[in-house]
């Protein structure tokens, strides 16, 4: 951040009065720009036995296999966002169970959260966004090739609370990015 | 927005190509501004049968009672915003206990977490923000002047959960504020 969106003057960091962090603060108008994480919400969509998973036609982690996810937007709710972005991404209709896992990335400040959910029809194809879209039981999927940490994290909580009979919330932390992988 | 906050130029509102919302966009180095929900982390903190609350002493509410909760920052986990915030706000130490409540607030563009969480002694002492910091029982809750209606949903459902002995993961979302209350 160089400049005020406000009015456009150049910003500059300093701890504001009161505060204890260094911030972009506006020489000319004095606006704070404060900058918080942004949450990343998915849905983990059953039918039957399987699970509905995108292969991605973006960066980053292009041709990787992910959950429908992606940044909530203003004016949503968490839950609605997951309806979207599985809309958006695999052309998904859902419906949505409880949240699943919650996971925290400080080191990109990011909260990842994915619910539980089920495929209402097949009906679905994948969107823009992605190459694939298509349903896996657990011994086709493609553990090397999950795109990120949290989904990783995600699946292999649900196929072992599937096999317990017994769905909770997890909760984590991804402090460091692991060796090798993305996030 | 008025300004890109990269390069300083004036921004103008449009869909970008792929995209299906209006967004804060440069005219001259192209950046797209996206704008997202902001994350609200607290704790409620026991100590025997009482609990820790604030009296707030910045607006909004001031004069309000509320539980130790702020904006999460970046580079942080969840968890850690509500250790800092409570010891900001109540000048506490606690030991965090797992997820309480999660509520939306899609109006205002904010989710507000709240964990429960142990008071590890009674040296506390209202900070900068706050003024009062004191353990309350039940019975004396001042249920008129909770300072936000996240606070008071909360507030709620922990003393129905404690009743029945059993505590869970509350969520819900506020589409739009209720009459009378402030959120
Ligand atoms: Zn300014
Ligand atoms: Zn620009």
Redesign the interface.
């Known amino acids: ?8 003057a ?2 500059s960091l300093k701890i504001p009065a ?1 505060d204890s ?1 260094p911030r ?1 603060v506006c020489e000319q108008c004095g606006t704070i ?7 990343v919400v998915g849905a983990l969509a059953e039918w039957e036995d399987k699970i509905l998973l995108c292969r991605r036609a973006i960066e980053p982690r292009y041709g990787f296999w992910t959950l429908p996810a992606g ?10 966002a997951a309806l979207r972005e599985t809309r958006e991404e695999a052309g998904a209709r859902i419906e949505l169970g ?2 699943f896992t ?1 996971i ?1 990335l ?2 990109i ?1 990011q ?1 990842h959260i994915i619910y539980r959910a089920r495929l209402l029809d097949l009906e679905f194809s994948p969107g ?1 966004e992605s190459l694939d879209a298509i349903l896996l039981g657990e011994a086709d999927i493609p553990w090397d090739d999950i795109a990120f940490r949290s989904i990783d994290y995600t699946l292999k909580c649900f196929f072992e609370d599937r096999r317990k009979g017994e769905f909770e ?1 997890h ?1 984590t ?1 991804f402090a460091i990015p692991s060796p090798g992988t993305y996030r």
């Open positions: 951040m160089n400049f005020c969106s406000h009015c456009g150049p910003v009161g962090l972009h720009h404060y900058q918080n994480p942004k949450v940044f909530m937007e203003n004016n949503e709710t968490c839950g609605e409880s949240m919650f925290d400080p080191h400040s909260i823009e919330l909760s932390s």
